[in-house]
C-alpha cells in the first residue's frame, strides 16, 4: 500500500509539474522546436529526476541498513552485513520506470490539449 501511495504521489508530482509549466513548453514549440527534440528534452528531463532522486534514496537507504544490521549485531545476533544490491538494483529499475510511465503521460495530455486548443481558434 506504501509502495502504490508512492507511486501516485511521484505520478502526480510530475503531472502536475508539467501542467505548471505549460506555456513554457508551449513558447518552445512556438519559436521551432520539433516534436523530436521537444521528447528529448523530456526524456532527458526524465532522466534528470531519476538520478536526482536514486542519488539521495540510496544514500538514505543505505544508511538505514547499515543502521538496522548494527541494531541487530548490538542485540546479540552475530550476522555478516551484505549490502541488498538486489532490492537496490530492482528499486532502480522502477524508480526509472515509474517517472518515464508519468512522463509520457503528461506529455500525451498536454500534446493532446494543445490539438483541442488549436482546433478552438480556428
Known amino acids: ?6 507511486i501516485a504521489n511521484v505520478f502526480n508530482t510530475i503531472s502536475t509539474n508539467i501542467n505548471l509549466r505549460r506555456r513554457e513548453l508551449s513558447m518552445l514549440k512556438s519559436i521551432g522546436m520539433g516534436d523530436k527534440s521537444f521528447r528529448k528534452m523530456m526524456n532527458f528531463e526524465a532522466v534528470f529526476y531519476s538520478i536526482k532522486s536514486l542519488f539521495y534514496s540510496i544514500i538514505f537507504s543505505i544508511i538505514v541498513s547499515i ?11 552475530e550476522i ?5 544490491y538486489k532490492s537496490l538494483i530492482i528499486g532502480i529499475l522502477f524508480v526509472f520506470i515509474i517517472i518515464f510511465l508519468s512522463m509520457k503521460y503528461s506529455i500525451k495530455k498536454i500534446e493532446s ?3 483541442v486548443d488549436n482546433l478552438k481558434l480556428i
Do not use: H, K, Q
Not at 500500500?1 to 508512492?6: E, H, Q
Not at 543502521?67 to 545476533?77: D, T
Not at 555478516?80 to 541488498?84: A, E, S, V
Open 1 to 6: 500500500m506504501i509502495g502504490l501511495t508512492a
Open 80 to 84: 555478516d552485513y551484505i549490502l541488498p
Open 67 to 77: 543502521l538496522i544490521y548494527r541494531g541487530l549485531v548490538f542485540s546479540g545476533l
Open 113 to 115: 490539449e494543445n490539438i
